[in-house]
């Protein structure tokens, strides 16, 4: 992790030294800080099933101790809590995120990973209006959303949020529709799932809904974040 953010600061020296004109937004690197579950290493980051023993103050320790590993490197702008599965580890981050000295100081996001049944669910079972509640008091937490999430199912989450989250900027990144199968962990593509054009239309959606921070997440690569570039590019010179 700690070399990944090396490599980050990199890339951002390497690409602003290429532009033929300063950069008026500046590039933001986050650091990337799993659930519990998949420190765990069984897949329960997609379903928020933590053992018994796991208590929130286990989750809010976990957090914190490998948070401040991350935030004294050079170069990080921003930590972010994603695909939080369940509301115990939301009220975890946030715990976390307040009692921490350094991490109240840190600004983050969270973003959780939902059901794709449009019921408005984390992974877990419980409603991802309570899960972005627990938050919201929390002044170093910027910005709340979706990831690792199926695509078709993040505009309804995304309106979600933005009910809920006022001041705070959404963020919505999903994996690629592709299905992930868990005991022979591999994925598996249907149709045009997957593909680049149809993952863009879909986020055109979610830039609608709300979502002002937008990318992808699992089995996504380069050329899906160049057609959403393009996509939402075009959609922000049409739109006043």
């Known amino acids: 992790m700690q070399r990944s953010i090396q490599l980050a600061v990199d890339a951002r020296k390497?690409?602003?030294?290429?532009?033929?004109?300063?950069?008026?937004?500046?590039?933001i690197i986050a650091a990337s800080l799993g659930s519990y579950g998949a420190y765990l290493a069984d897949g329960s980051e997609y379903t928020g099933s933590y053992p018994p023993h796991v208590t929130v103050d286990v989750i809010s320790s976990f957090?914190?101790?490998?948070?401040?590993?991350?935030?004294?490197?050079?170069?990080?702008?921003?930590?972010?809590?994603?695909?939080?599965?369940?509301?115990?580890?939301?009220?975890?981050?946030?715990?976390?995120?307040?009692?921490?000295?350094?991490?109240?100081?840190?600004?983050?996001?969270?973003?959780f990973s939902c059901r794709g049944d449009m019921k408005g669910e984390v992974c877990h079972g419980e409603n991802l209006t309570d899960c972005v509640a627990a938050l919201l008091d929390v002044p170093s937490i910027v910005?709340?959303?979706?990831?690792?999430?199926?695509?078709?199912?993040?505009?309804?989450l995304v309106k979600?949020?933005?009910?809920?989250?006022?001041?705070?900027?959404?963020?919505?990144?999903?994996?690629?529709?592709?299905?992930?199968?868990?005991?022979?962990?591999?994925?598996?593509?249907r149709g045009e799932r997957g593909d680049p054009g149809w993952y863009a239309d879909l986020a055109v959606k979610w830039a609608e809904a709300g979502a002002r921070v937008i990318g992808g997440c699992c089995r996504t690569g380069p050329q899906h974040i160049r057609e959403l570039a393009n996509r939402l590019r075009s959609r922000a010179e049409r739109v006043p």
Request: with cysteine.
């Open 143 to 156: 910005a709340v959303g979706i990831n690792c999430t199926d695509p078709v199912a993040c505009e309804t």
């Open 14 to 27: 390497e690409y602003l030294a290429s532009l033929p004109h300063p950069r008026i937004k500046p590039l």
């Open 63 to 111: 957090h914190s101790q490998k948070a401040r590993i991350l935030v004294n490197q050079p170069g990080i702008d921003i930590l972010a809590f994603e695909t939080v599965p369940c509301l115990m580890e939301a009220q975890a981050i946030a715990h976390a995120c307040k009692t921490d000295p350094l991490l109240s100081q840190t600004p983050a996001w969270v973003t």
């Open 160 to 189: 979600i949020v933005a009910h809920i989250a006022k001041g705070l900027t959404i963020i919505c990144y999903a994996n690629s529709g592709e299905e992930w199968d868990g005991e022979k962990k591999r994925w598996i593509k």
